[in-house]
């Protein structure tokens, strides 16, 4: 049978004779979406992730330092704002204003932040009431933190993470240049010696991964709340919120998947200009974590909703079809085999590149088992967002 193959491949003079041996042979289509399936895969790495490796961002020539003003929005958050807010009020940075949005705290919030503004004059507040007739998500409150900050360029991050470098203002900003309206930046998460912490982090790496160098391949889609600029002016421009507002989430990624275009969107991945948060301590929490964040995804643009879904598809169909094609192909064994693990030394190289321009650690080796669950565990986060209620403010 394999001579038969190797005529076919070199001696045919068109496709029918391909279609005409699988007809006869059907068993061998799972041959050949194993090496369509790698093929995609191929794409992804060589076209996207590869940039993380040899990606060149825009940079601010001119080293101007605008002014900035970074919003943070809070409800109950006495205890993140009490331990990470200094971070962000000590930053190595000439001209900037910290404004903190109490968005209907029940805890100390108001106390905290009273006390931190007689020592930080920088410090801004505003306080939203509670109003039980009246419920809102926090895109509310982000828009009046844009509407009281008075500078153009906005940093955004939240209660529940910590600057990691006073240099964090420094770099976000060094990144915006005459044409730039958006930076992504990278929130990651405190590393835990827990299993869970170590597959968020998984998850959080790659998400990154893909949104960064989907970026710097001109293809912006998305970024997180937890490290993300933007100018007001855009934000205004194109209405805040207005065509997504009521949707709960999104105030992050809906809004970078509206406004952003291959032009105007940059990221900055210096470890200087990392956030830090911590992560979900149990599965449950992290199943409602996820579950909101995917809720949106439905909405993104069609052409990269039909990328990220080519992506899952194709690694799943990549290891499924690998190990039927190694039961049911034997002779084949050596090449197989060597289309897999060309592909595993490729992922491994772009994850390890990616884990030390993320300050991420000992996430290479658990990296080949979790990419081939969490396309799994992704799904049943879309399956349960069909059967809950509706996420809540956070």
Same mark, same amino acid.
């Given at each position: 049978m394999f001579n038969k193959i190797v005529i076919i491949i070199f001696n045919s003079k068109s496709t029918v004779d391909y279609l005409n041996f699988l007809i006869e042979n059907p068993i061998y289509i799972i041959l050949v979406a194993f090496g369509i399936a790698f093929l995609i895969q191929l794409h992804f790495y060589l076209f996207y992730y590869l940039r993380i490796l040899f990606g060149r961002r825009r940079t601010n020539v001119k080293n101007k330092k605008e002014p900035v003003s970074v919003i943070i929005c809070a409800r109950n958050e006495e205890a993140n704002l009490e331990k990470n807010l200094p971070s962000i009020l000590n930053q190595d940075y000439p001209d900037y204003e910290v404004i903190v949005v109490n968005d209907c705290s029940e805890d100390e919030s108001e106390f905290v932040l009273e006390r931190f503004q007689k020592k930080y004059k920088h410090l801004k507040t505003t306080t939203i009431k509670q109003d039980e007739k009246f419920y809102h998500s926090k895109k509310l409150a982000l828009t009046i933190g844009i509407k009281a900050a008075k500078n153009d360029l906005l940093l955004l991050t939240d209660a529940d993470c910590i600057a990691t470098n006073d240099k964090w203002v420094e770099k976000m900003q060094n990144s915006f240049t005459d044409k730039t309206e958006i930076v992504l930046g990278y929130g990651g998460y405190a590393r835990e010696k827990k299993l869970i912490n170590n597959l968020i982090r998984f998850d959080t790496l790659f998400i990154a991964l893909q949104y960064l160098t989907f970026a710097l391949a001109r293809k912006p889609y998305m970024g997180? @709340? !937890?490290?993300?600029?933007? !100018?007001?002016?855009?934000?205004?421009? =194109? +209405? @805040?919120?207005?065509?997504? =507002?009521?949707?709960?989430? @999104?105030?992050?990624?809906?809004?970078?998947?509206?406004?952003?275009?291959? +032009?105007n969107t940059n990221i900055e991945i210096s470890r200087e200009s990392i956030t830090l948060s911590q992560a979900e301590s149990s599965f449950s929490g992290w199943f409602k974590q996820k579950k909101r964040h995917i809720s949106t995804g439905k909405l993104y643009k069609s052409g990269i909703k039909w990328r990220l879904f080519c992506e899952n598809t194709s690694r799943v169909s990549f290891y499924v079809l690998f190990t039927l094609s190694m039961l049911w192909f034997k002779e084949f064994y050596i090449y197989i085999s060597g289309v897999f693990a060309f592909r595993i030394l490729m992922q491994l190289v772009i994850f390890k590149v990616a884990m030390k321009r993320l300050n991420e650690k000992y996430l290479l080796i658990p990296s080949l088992l979790y990419d081939i669950l969490m396309p799994f565990i992704n799904f049943t986060f879309i399956l349960a967002n069909y059967f809950t209620k509706k996420n809540k403010w956070k």
């Open positions: 997180v @709340g !937890r490290n993300l600029a933007y !100018r007001k002016s855009l934000f205004f421009k =194109n +209405k @805040g919120f207005a065509s997504h =507002n009521h949707i709960i989430s @999104g105030d992050d990624d809906l809004f970078v998947n509206e406004v952003s275009t291959k +032009k």
